[in-house]
């Protein structure tokens, strides 16, 4: 039984449940990866002040039949507030103890549910799979949570990924935003916040969130308000949990490893591994280990070198070069401001330096880039709204480009050097760059003619919060693969990535 003795005592394994358990935070959010031990670690922790006669603890589920599910928090419960003398009320999804105090289990299956605890103190508030409920919910009931019976009121939340979520914004700082793995050395550490109207007011200290926010302190001040301003301040942790540290769970049902390890990749990266990344919607064209792969396939071939631009002037968007041996990128140019002939000063030393034709230099020309055309006469122009080339069944050619491109790094045919990787822009390496851009190259619904394309510019803005630069010059190297003559290998080499 995880988490209890022979000598039917209570008492958390190391690892998660330990940390969780022992976290001095207002608010601690435990988990991001499936068979941590993270509900029974929530169960445990309502107990801790039982012997509380005007104690009185809620956790919440989404639904009841959540709760009421086999291997849930009634069934887990069952196994664990008997041996600290509680007595169970099913119809009532309560228990009660010796000392009068009370632990409630209900549901938020609405958010008008909220409205059921209105006037209510709650010393302790539970959420198991926070990611579920909505911000509204959860900010409403830490209104609720209050106490009169001399504990200081507190929260815990357990959860799995969710990368769509209110949840991963609000412990976004614990969470490395590149690769969606949690932060070793964040692990565990409080931060703090305020509410400040539709705004979280951060900070590393409760001086430093209320130096932030001085218009609410004077308010408070000048109204001889009793409430202590330190008060306002809630402090914040973020625990992340695995599989492996679940020893109880690997002793009694070895099979759970497997039947995670015999999921797809995506479902591995998120349950197993904890990525907060990683979507589970079929979206993704670009498959995270399979991009970091592409660090490291020094194999990749080599070949003809070509030369694609991402053009930008003025603006937030960068002036990205990239220089392509085959499917190897072994240079990268980045301008971040960059004038017309600065641009033509740059296309043409690359072209040069590596002995590039102008015929194997490819620009996108539907905005900035359009002028190029009457400075390097033989230079491709790149048009992403054009038809699909060979009447393939895509939208147009940015969509095709983008899904061939994500092919051939799914199959490992792509290499990007170390020297590029490294290459800094705005404080961010290249490889962060990336990273961090894959996520926004995704499928969009087939249009009216059933044709496959990729999610809209503005939507892949959304998501990262600035143009995929890189990404963008990178799909462009696809086109070549349309227009070159074809050799019985090139044709084969094709087929096989369904080129034909």
């Known amino acids: 039984m995880n988490g209890i003795n022979n000598k039917k005592e209570i008492r958390p394994q190391d690892g998660f449940q330990w940390n969780f358990l022992s976290s001095p935070a207002d608010i601690v959010i435990g988990g991001g990866a499936a068979g941590a031990g993270k509900t029974h670690a929530l169960l445990m922790e309502s107990l801790r002040h039982t012997s509380n006669p005007g104690f009185g603890g809620a956790i919440f589920r989404k639904t009841y039949p959540q709760i009421m599910a086999p291997g849930g928090l009634w069934d887990n419960s069952m196994k664990l507030y008997p041996i600290a003398h509680g007595k169970p009320y099913e119809s009532f999804y309560e228990w009660k103890f010796k000392s009068g105090s009370r632990i409630k289990f209900s549901h938020l299956e609405y958010e008008k549910n909220v409205l059921d605890w209105q006037g209510s103190q709650v010393s ?3 959420f198991d799979e926070l990611t579920h409920f909505s911000e509204y919910s959860f900010l409403y009931l830490l209104s609720r949570n209050r106490s009169t019976c001399g504990i200081k009121p507190y ?3 357990t959860c799995n990924p969710d990368p769509d979520s209110w949840v991963a914004d609000f412990i976004a700082w614990w969470i490395d935003q590149d690769t969606g793995f949690p932060i070793k050395e964040r692990a565990g550490k409080l931060r703090y916040f ?3 109207a539709d705004s979280y007011v951060w900070g590393d200290s409760k001086k430093e969130v209320l130096d932030r926010i001085p218009h609410l302190v004077n308010v408070l001040k000048e109204s001889d308000s009793a409430i202590n301003v330190n008060d306002l301040v809630k402090s914040v942790t973020f625990i ?4 492996y540290e679940n020893k109880e769970l690997l002793r009694a049902d070895p099979g759970y490893l497997g039947n995670l390890m015999a999921q797809d990749e995506a479902t591995q990266q998120q349950l197993l591994h904890g990525n ?4 589970l919607d079929g979206t993704d064209l670009i498959n995270l280990v399979k991009l970091k792969d592409a660090f490291s396939n020094e194999f990749a071939s080599k070949g003809e070198k070509y030369i694609t631009a991402d053009i930008a002037l003025k603006g937030s968007d960068l002036l990205v070069i990239g220089v392509w041996d085959g499917f190897r990128l072994i240079d990268i140019e980045i301008m971040e401001v960059a004038r ?14 590596y002995k590039i034709p102008q015929s194997h230099i490819l620009y996108d020309d539907d905005g900035a880039g359009a002028f190029i055309d009457g400075f390097i006469r033989n230079a491709r122009q790149f048009n992403n709204g054009r038809p699909a080339l060979k009447k393939e069944n895509y939208k147009n050619l940015k969509s095709q480009c983008y899904f061939k491109m994500a092919d051939r790094i799914n199959q490992d ?6 020297e590029v990787l490294r290459k800094i822009v705005k404080g961010k390496t290249i490889e962060k760059y990336l990273l961090d851009e894959r996520r926004a190259i995704k499928r969009d619904k087939p249009d009216h003619d059933g044709k496959l394309t990729v999610i809209p510019k503005d939507q892949m803005k959304n998501i990262i919060g600035h143009s995929p630069d890189f990404m963008d010059m990178w799909m462009m190297r696809e086109y070549f693969e349309y ?8 044709a084969r080499s094709k087929e096989s990535l369904g080129f034909f």
């Open 340 to 353: 017309g002939n600065d641009v033509i000063d740059l296309l043409k030393s690359v072209a040069l330096k």
């Open 483 to 490: 227009i070159k003559p074809r050799s019985n290998a090139t």
């Open 240 to 243: 992340p949990g695995n599989i």
């Open 124 to 126: 302790f508030i539970g």
């Open 276 to 279: 907060w990344k990683i979507r």
């Open 155 to 157: 929260v815990r939340a």
């Open 413 to 418: 045919g792509y290499y990007i050097s170390p």
């Open 194 to 196: 305020v509410k400040d």
